[in-house]
């Protein structure tokens, strides 16, 4: 089917209401005057076949690109379903074609309590013998987890507006627009604004803090976001990749500020969110630290008089999604979480 023909959850702030429909139908749920934020981070083929110094063959997924031309990498199982745990300092990985990955420290290790033997991901050198674009053309592969049961190509895994490739995973609460779809909302009087912000690997454990990830905001992006919030219009986040970013660059008062740089932010309902009023997003499963920030987002219906609680909100919204066989992860269906029901 087409990207546009998944389901779409809409519920809202004030009143816990749910309504069902497809995500083509999302202009009917826009207002002319509403800015959708987009990030326009394009999927990387982060997936490389590496063998250890005993032949053992494993997968290595590149997640995080860092300064110094270091690279965040985490090791999987030949099939990617495991992690692997007893990677070593110094420990040199071939990958086809003669190139090399040298583990060089773990990874988030000192936050970590687990001790010695039980990192997957580590600070490592990465050797090519070509260019970094073309080696993962030619051997790369889209980062595919134990749920999607076949192999699909790398265009399934880019958005339509990906202007900048980047990404260990697809930002995937963009994946189901299509050219038409953004058009009929740019016709309909929504500002369409891009920032970026590269995802690293998705598999948290649960002593995981979220991952450093690289943000830019757009000067011409602060400024749409502003413009929108001084006449009382609605900022809207597609997925959570738009929010931490915007989260970064937005000052308490909730002036957003263009920036560029690495952000560690977790959004918490404690810490509250102040730079969208609305969000388009998958669903989550229950130890994903994204439910937090959507938590974070909802506690906004608290303004309401008839509103639950952040997480009382998400909690009747998964309740619909689970009785009506809603689907999760990075290809399935998606939930707009907006301020206010106007409906009958």
Not at 164 to 191: D, K, Q, Y
Not at 212 to 236: L, M, Q, S
């Amino acid at each position: 089917m087409r990207r546009d023909e998944v389901r779409l959850l809409v519920s809202y702030l004030d009143d816990d209401h749910v309504v069902h429909s497809r995500f083509s139908d999302l202009p009917e749920f826009l207002e002319p005057g509403d800015t959708l934020v987009l990030n326009t981070s394009g999927t990387m083929n982060a997936a490389l076949p590496a063998e250890r110094g005993d032949g053992t063959p494993i997968a290595v997924h590149l997640s995080t690109h860092l300064p110094a031309d270091l690279w965040v990498v985490e090791l999987r199982s030949s099939s990617g379903d495991e992690p692997v745990l007893d990677g070593e300092p110094g420990e040199v990985l071939v990958l086809p074609e003669g190139g090399t990955i040298v583990l060089q420290t773990p990874y988030l290790s000192e936050k970590r309590p687990r001790g010695e033997g039980s990192n997957r991901l580590w600070i490592s050198t990465l050797n090519l013998p070509v260019n970094f674009n073309e080696y993962l053309d030619r051997h790369g592969s889209p980062i595919r987890y134990r749920y999607v049961k076949e192999s699909w190509p790398a265009s399934y895994y880019q958005t339509v507006y990906a202007t900048e490739v980047g990404s260990a995973e697809m930002p995937s609460a963009g994946r189901a627009f299509t050219p038409e779809l953004i058009t009929r909302l740019v016709a309909n009087g929504v500002r369409v604004v891009p920032l970026i912000l590269h995802t690293g690997v998705a598999s948290l454990e649960d002593d995981e803090p979220p991952y450093e990830e690289f943000y830019r905001v757009p000067p011409e992006t602060a400024d749409e976001i502003n413009a929108a919030r001084a006449v009382g219009r609605r900022v809207v986040a597609v997925g959570t990749t738009v929010v931490r970013a915007l989260e970064t660059v937005t000052d308490k008062d909730g002036s957003t500020h263009p920036g560029e740089g690495w952000t560690n932010l977790f959004i918490t309902p404690e810490r509250g969110s102040r730079s969208v009023d609305a969000m388009l997003t998958g669903l989550h499963e229950p130890r994903s630290t994204h439910l937090s920030m959507l938590e974070a987002l909802a506690g906004h219906g608290s303004v309401f008089p008839l509103a639950a609680s952040g997480k009382e909100h998400l909690q009747v919204a998964y309740s619909e999604a689970l009785k009506e066989g809603y689907l999760w992860h990075e290809f399935g269906d998606l939930h707009l979480i907006l301020p206010r029901h106007t409906g009958a």
